[in-house]
């Protein structure tokens, strides 16, 4: 049967910007991003928060895209990897995954980065468990994990860097 | 997916959606969602309790703890008051799920879905905690153990939700621990979990409260290795013995079930473990 | 040889930029107008006559079509040996996932939903789940008259009392498992028709040539009506080898005309893609007093599943790699594929050569335990080295470093020294060696197309098939294009997403891309940059080209760097004289069939080497199996590039270890249970070891610049290492995988009863 969706404004920020858009409130939050708002750096893996390809940070913290509804981020602050870079010029997070080696397919990568994110913000000079911990939601089948440990140390130099400047 | 959602803001309109028919809480929703999307679970409404303040937070008085059934396992994991005085509540906290899960997933949640492996469930009724349930007619209290009915069933009626959960203060005088076994080290549904509490009197066990998840319908108190424990000293404990003690327990109840020939033997690791951590910290 | 330049260096990808920022663009990710969606009903019994009525489903709102076998306009099948698979099912399904009908609905969710409406009434057959009863006579026959569908037998020396002579033998029965690639992204495509008719199919895939083919044949389709790109592929391992998606898309696109897209679910990936052989393996294994190997005799039964897929070339390269990388003189090895209504298996990495090291690393071990010698000693005294003949009867002539293997990755780990722990939870240290012979094998022509070409931008494009799966390719031969033509990394444009543009260069797969694809680039971008210069020459107005070299887009002459010219104003030359600067080349690599009898022949090369070292703890409560450490020697021959290589082996470690402890389809009468990630379990990363990569070169001189594939042979020693590491830790052998806790406690108690 075709049901005609049911919808309501929703307004939250986005990658830094007030948006509100018309969803139905109990779409997967995913989808909602994808389909709706054509971010399609968040991936699908599993449907069922274990592979962490479709992490999301909300209000600072990560969150499976997947296993949240679209009613549950009004007013709250919402960032996707395409909300990292600016313009042309990467995250340094982002750069450091570049030059470490620590992409190979690259599924899990968007993820990945998010989840250094909110690591680095929280913490900026983890120690090597924290780094494994931070990203342990996040399954990657390429790399054995090793460069992208390598990748958020480095990471956290070249934000260092950056501050001190 | 085209249910209608309502996102009250306080406890008691949240009750009140819960008065109609057909609807479902939603709470962290790392389980309901899958749920939803795999059709096992179609709701007329949910109502989202992701707004409700007054369900979130942990409450520190002289006497008791209450931790609001939205209240994160991040929340638990960022408390130094649980970190330092229920480090059995924090280790569970830390190793469910990862970052993604205990970051969403709710006390609440965990509780009421009530999953054989729900890893908070032993280590609350290692803690003698209350459930504290909100209605039309008001509050009402169970103890955890009769809250829990078996594997997915919880003592909600139509129009209720579990608003908190509430143990008393451990003393000076307690540790507590927890341990758990999974297939991996983190995204790891317990395949055993164990929780340890103990009371101690010049190194003489006093009290001792050991709750096992996984292993049956739902998690509970080992009473035997419990009486075991009692009276003995802390520092000379003989782990195998009380290790056996508990796994003949486990044996007794699970013996028709075709996993028991590895848990009645893998529950002893876990225990150990659980038991070594209480003894460091007697220790300390 | 000239020092290289761009070989050898740890370039940047140059995919990561897109990928870390979200723009790569996977199959799943593309949005189209107008566009429409399918879903796939498939088998839900492993065994059964069937009849479909889709009336129903055909009249739910919203959907455009579904479709049958009545509806497929070519032959209904495909197969990458056999054509042993239906597009969809038209008289009986032989596993359960099979497709039968694919609904086509303006939104995913009516698709799914008028999916339930198809009508399947299955008559169930008796089917048959383990390939030993399905070898018997009487067993259910899947396809035709019997159910062994290949035989390798490999004869070498004398089984005549060859273990009479021996001082010790030991004998056991192995069996590995069933597992999935469990790459991360689950399949998806999209595909529409093109202005001109051409039919557009968007999908991730190992081989975007043959793909079109199987589309071509399957729907009765010229080959040129169907151009295939290549997506972004999120990981492949062998999982995409076989169709899943392509046919069904384009037959949808084609007869609707309009663009469609799907998706399938993690548990519709678990059903859809193939499986890795499980193998069962009786073997047995003798040494003479001095601990040289002298006679071993192997029987290997794969299992199949449903259909052949690549089980001839699996079950083949199992039973060449058989003897693992040890000099043996008496051998006597038959392998069997027999077909079972379980899952179908296909490509996996390893594809047979990963399987047997469970047995031939393990007795190994046993042999040196019961002469009293290390597991390092017996195998430095009978591995292979320069001058080695294998059981094929093939001689090592070259780059055969495995020696140096064995020996760094008993040094770094500090293998003799023993963990004296007396705790419930014991540690121990393992090691194995093994060898993997690259490319497709036996006779079959292996062969990689490349183009090279100077364009108005003075840039050199590269033209291969050849699909960047994540594993770097992409990468590593736009290096070996740099290096061969004498420009600098970013002066290559590598195309490989379009097999309109792009020849065919084989498969993503069998390690063979560096190799195949990287002599066929070298070949052509050596003979443009002869032509270049050449033509430079007569520009320049010289009398040779000797002198001449190519510096940041200009050629010079060395010693007068002021006599140039860019390489842009070479392309204007070249066009002003019609002269094309475009070079094909092909590349096929050697192999000698074998011997159907005896399986002596040539049957790969080149042939890579390792040894890995692991250190693991087992609980002996709970029979968890931590892995500490591992140690990883690898031979690359050449290598290319070696932070590429560093990630390959890392992902391979970790691989190997998942299927060796975790990985459990949990298959029951060929249903997977295990189908998604909550319990089909893959390693996160508080489960991997610290791992020191130690990369040995041997350059092989067919290789460009020395560089042998590496894609498989660095999984494939993590399995026996671990396997081993536990018999050290706490005595027991594993003889069923995976070595799971429950596994290790039933051990653990039998071996104290």
């Known amino acids: 049967m075709h049901v005609e969706a049911l919808k309501e404004k929703i307004s939250f920020k986005l990658n830094g910007k007030e948006i509100e858009v018309e969803a139905d409130p109990s779409m997967r939050l995913i989808d909602f991003l994808r389909e709706v708002l054509g971010l399609t750096g968040t991936k699908e893996g599993c449907g069922e928060g274990e592979c962490g390809a479709c992490t999301v940070i909300i209000d600072g913290s990560t969150a499976n895209s997947c296993l949240v509804l679209t009613s549950q981020i009004k007013g709250k602050e919402l960032y996707t990897i395409e909300g990292l870079q600016k313009g042309e010029e990467l995250h340094p997070i982002q750069q450091a995954f570049i030059d470490a080696g620590a992409v190979q397919c690259g599924f899990c990568t968007p993820g990945m980065v998010l989840s250094a994110k909110v690591l680095l913000d929280k913490q900026p000079e983890p120690a090597e468990g924290d780094i494994k911990r931070a990203i342990s939601g996040n399954l990657c089948r390429c790399t054995g994990y090793k460069k992208i440990e390598t990748a958020i140390k480095m990471a956290s130099d070249y934000m260092k860097k950056d501050g001190a400047e | 997916m085209n249910i209608k959602v309502y996102t009250p803001d306080v406890l008691d309109e949240a009750v009140n959606f819960l008065q109609q028919d057909g609807g479902h809480i939603i709470a962290g929703g790392t389980d309901l969602i899958i749920e939803l999307r795999k059709e096992k679970l179609k709701p007329e409404f949910l109502v989202d309790l992701t707004f409700v303040n007054e369900l979130r937070g942990i409450l520190v008085s002289d006497e008791t703890i209450e931790i609001g059934a939205m209240t994160t396992f991040e929340d638990l994991i960022n408390s130094e008051y649980i970190k330092a005085e229920l480090p059995s509540l924090w280790e569970c906290a830390i190793n469910m799920g990862a970052c993604q899960i205990q970051n969403r997933a709710t006390i609440g949640g965990n509780i009421c879905n009530a999953a054989a492996a729900a890893d908070s469930i032993p280590v609350f009724m290692a803690l003698e905690a209350e459930c504290i349930i909100a209605g039309a007619d008001g509050i009402r209290k169970m103890s955890i153990d009769s809250f829990i009915l078996g594997t997915g069933k919880n003592s909600l009626q139509k129009g209720e939700l579990l608003k908190a959960v509430a143990f008393k203060r451990p003393q000076k005088s307690e540790i507590n621990s927890f341990a758990k076994l999974g297939k991996r080290n983190a995204l790891a549904i317990s395949t055993i979990a164990c929780a340890v509490r103990v009371k101690v009197d010049n190194r003489i066990i006093t009290e001792a409260f050991v709750s096992t998840g996984s292993l049956g319908s739902k998690a509970g108190r080992e009473l035997g290795v419990e009486v075991y424990l009692m009276g003995k000293s802390i520092t000379d404990l003989n782990i195998d013995e009380a290790a056996e003690v508990l796994s003949a327990e486990v044996e007794e109840r699970l013996k028709s079930r075709a996993s028991i020939a590895y848990k009645k033997h893998a529950v002893k690791g876990v225990f150990k473990e659980a038991i070594e951590k209480c003894i460091k910290r007697a220790n300390q | ?753």
């Open chain 3, 1 to 753: 040889m000239e020092q290289l330049k761009v070989v050898g260096k740890s370039e940047l990808r140059v995919d990561a930029k897109d990928k870390v920022s979200g723009k790569a663009i996977y199959p799943a990710d593309i949005y189209m107008e107008n566009m429409v969606y399918g879903y796939t009903v498939r088998s839900t019994m492993p065994h059964a006559e069937i009849a479909v009525d889709k009336k129903a489903a055909e009249a739910y709102p919203g959907v455009l079509a579904v479709f049958t076998a009545e509806d497929v306009t070519g032959l209904n099948h495909h197969g990458v040996v056999f054509k042993d698979h239906e597009v969809f099912c038209s008289k009986k399904v032989r596993r359960i996932g099979e497709p039968i009908a694919f609904v086509v609905a303006e939104t995913m969710t009516a698709a799914k939903a008028a999916a339930k409406l198809v009508n399947v009434e299955y008559k169930e057959l008796p089917a048959v789940f383990d390939p030993i009863e399905a070898m018997k006579e009487d067993a259910p026959k899947i396809h035709g008259d019997s159910n062994i569908l290949y035989h390798y037998k490999l004869r070498k020396g004398s089984m005549d009392e060859a273990f009479s002579k021996c001082a010790v033998v030991v004998e056991s029965t192995y069996e590995t498992s069933m597992v999935d690639h469990a790459f991360l992204q689950p399949e998806a495509g999209v595909a529409y028709v093109e202005e001109d008719g051409t039919i557009t199919l968007v999908v991730a895939t190992q081989y975007p040539h043959y793909d079109r083919e199987e589309v071509a044949e399957a729907l009765g389709l010229p080959h040129d009506r169907i151009k295939i790109l290549t997506a972004a592929v999120g990981g492949a391992f062998g999982g995409r080898e076989d169709v899943t998606v392509q046919i069904h898309l384009t037959l949808a696109a084609m007869k609707l005309n309009r663009p469609i897209k799907t998706i399938y679910t993690r548990e519709e990936s678990f059903e859809a893609h193939s499986k890795r052989h499980p193998m069962k393996m009786k073997y047995k294994t003798g040494a003479l007093a001095d601990g040289t190997l002298y006679a071993m005799e192997a029987e290997i039964v794969g299992d199949s599943g449903a259909h052949a897929s690549w089980a001839l070339n699996v079950l083949r390269k199992a039973g060449v790699h058989a003897t693992g990388p040890y000099t043996i003189p008496n051998v006597k090895v038959d392998s069997y594929a027999v077909y079972t209504n379980n899952p179908f298996t296909g490509a996996m990495r390893g594809f047979g050569a990963g399987q047997v090291p469970m047995a031939y690393e393990q007795q190994i071990d046993e042999i040196a335990k019961r002469l009293n010698m290390s597991p390092i000693e017996i195998r430095l005294k009978n591995c292979f080295k320069v001058g080695s003949e294998t059981a094929t009867g093939q001689v090592l002539e070259e780059s055969v470093p495995l020696t140096e293997t064995i020996l760094k990755a008993a040094e770094a780990m500090n293998f003799e020294a023993k963990d004296q722990s007396s705790s419930r939870k014991k540690k121990g240290k393992g090691i194995a060696s093994i060898f993997y012979g690259t490319g497709y094998g036996n006779g079959f022509p292996d062969v990689s197309n490349a183009r090279a070409e100077l364009k108005a931008d003075g840039r050199i494009y590269v033209y291969a098939g050849a699909t960047e799966v994540g594993q770097g390719a992409k990468t590593a031969l736009s290096q070996i294009a740099a290096e061969a033509v004498g420009v600098q990394l970013d002066a290559i444009v590598f195309i490989n997403e379009d097999t309109s543009k792009t020849p065919d260069s084989g498969t993503a797969a069998a390690s063979r891309q560096t190799y195949n694809t990287g002599n066929g680039i070298k070949i052509a971008c050596e003979q443009l940059r002869l032509e270049m210069l050449e033509l430079a020459k007569e520009v320049l107005k010289l009398n040779t080209t000797v002198g001449l070299r190519i510096n940041n887009g200009i050629v010079e002459v060395k010693s007068l760097p002021g006599r140039n010219i860019s390489l842009e104003a070479l392309y204007a030359e070249a066009a002003k004289r019609g002269k094309n600067l475009k070079i094909d080349r092909t590349f096929v690599a050697h192999s000698v069939r074998m011997d159907d009898e005896t399986g002596q022949g040539a049957p790969y090369w080149p042939y890579t080497f390792a040894a890995f070292g692991v250190e693991v703890e087992v609980d002996t409560d709970t029979g968890k199996v931590d892995v500490l450490n591992a140690v990883c020697a690898q031979d690359v021959g050449k290598a290319v590039n070696p932070m590429l290589i560093e990630g390959q082996i890392e992902g391979g470690f970790a691989m190997g270890m998942s299927w060796t402890l975790y990985e459990d389809l949990g298959l029951q009468q060929g249903k997977i249970k295990n189908n998604n990630f909550s319990n089909y379990i893959i390693p996160t990363s508080l489960d991997m070891p610290e791992i020191k990569n130690i990369i040995v070169e041997a350059p092989e001189s067919t290789a460009p610049f020395g560089a042998k594939g590496i894609g498989e042979p660095v999984m494939i020693p993590a399995m026996p290492a671990i396997l081993n590491a536990i018999n050290d830790a706490v005595g027991i052998r594993i003889t069923k995988l995976p070595a799971s806790p429950q596994e290790i406690v039933r051990l653990l108690k039998e071996k104290q009863a």
